[in-house]
């Protein structure tokens, strides 16, 4: 599992089975946000088959993050990556008054967004 912490963010990737999770918590705002962006480019570019994002412990939720994950949906769409975000009601919020919500699956809770993950075609 690799972490990325801050004083403000800690951003953590652990690769499961059928997935690999990238877990932020903290504070998501322009000052923060580099780390997390980067561990999910990082995502993204392995050619990994899924991806959950959790920000179920994030506290706040701005514009800069919003962006990240609108560029991360058009490149997990680009490449065939499923693409999953947990949610609680602070991230969730902003998600729906700017309609991101309809681009992304949201989910409440991380065992949730594993759960019925189409199995990877090339079974790696």
Do not use: W, Y
């Not at 499923?82 to 989910?107: E, I, Y």
């Amino acid at each position: 599992m690799n972490e990325t912490p801050s004083a403000l963010v800690s951003v953590r990737t652990q690769h499961l089975d059928n997935a690999v999770v990238v877990s932020a918590s903290g504070e998501l705002d322009m000052a923060t946000t580099s780390a997390f962006a980067d561990a999910l480019d990082r995502v993204v570019l392995d050619g990994m088959h899924a991806m959950v994002v959790d920000l179920s412990e994030v506290v706040f939720f701005g514009s800069a993050a919003l962006s990240v994950l609108i560029r991360l949906h058009r490149a997990a769409t680009d490449r065939g990556l499923q693409l999953r975000v947990v949610c609680g009601p602070l991230v969730a919020k902003p998600l729906q008054l700017t309609g991101v919500d309809q681009l992304l699956n949201l989910f409440p809770s991380l065992d949730e967004a594993l759960h019925n993950l189409t199995p990877n075609p090339l079974g790696s």
